[in-house]
Nanobody, 128 residues
Framework: QVQLVESGGGSVQTGGSLRLTCAAS????????MGWFRQIPGKEREGVAA???????????TYADSVKGRFTISRDNAKNTMYLQMNSLKPDDSAMYYC??????????????????WGQGTQVTVSS
């Protein structure tokens, strides 16, 4: 089992920045693949960014087109922590943000159905 706890959400104005943190605990070998997702009421959960092993302690990152160039995903395995640096925020970025983890993904890291473990979410609100 893996427990995930997000933090760092809040309210900012357009153009502002936030850094989300996802702390993992438990059997963290099951969190080799990790991702950030967001969801607004009435809509499906969408993948924002994902990180996956790429050999020799390196990781490959994937981003949704809507956040490329603005968001950066990173991880500190020594701390079992993943981050999402969000810059140039827009009102359309407002959502509940969730981190997710799983041991193995054969397909896209941006598809929520590929993950087994989820955090409780942290709210991000961007005002115009």
């Amino acid at each position: 089992q893996v427990q995930l706890v997000e933090s760092g959400g809040g309210s900012v104005q357009t153009g502002g920045s936030l850094r989300l943190t996802c702390a993992a605990s438990g059997y963290t070998d099951s969190s080799r693949y990790m991702g950030w997702f967001r969801q607004i009421p009435g809509k499906e959960r969408e993948g924002v960014a994902a990180t996956r092993p790429a050999g020799r302690n390196s990781y490959k990152s994937t981003y949704a087109d809507s956040v490329k160039g603005r968001f950066t995903i990173s991880r500190d395995n020594a701390k079992n922590t993943m981050y999402l640096q969000m810059n140039s925020l827009k009102p359309d970025d407002s959502a509940m943000y969730y981190c997710a983890a799983t041991q193995q993904i054969d397909g896209s890291g941006l598809r929520p159905e590929n993950y087994n473990y989820w955090g409780q979410g942290t709210q991000v609100t961007v005002s115009s």
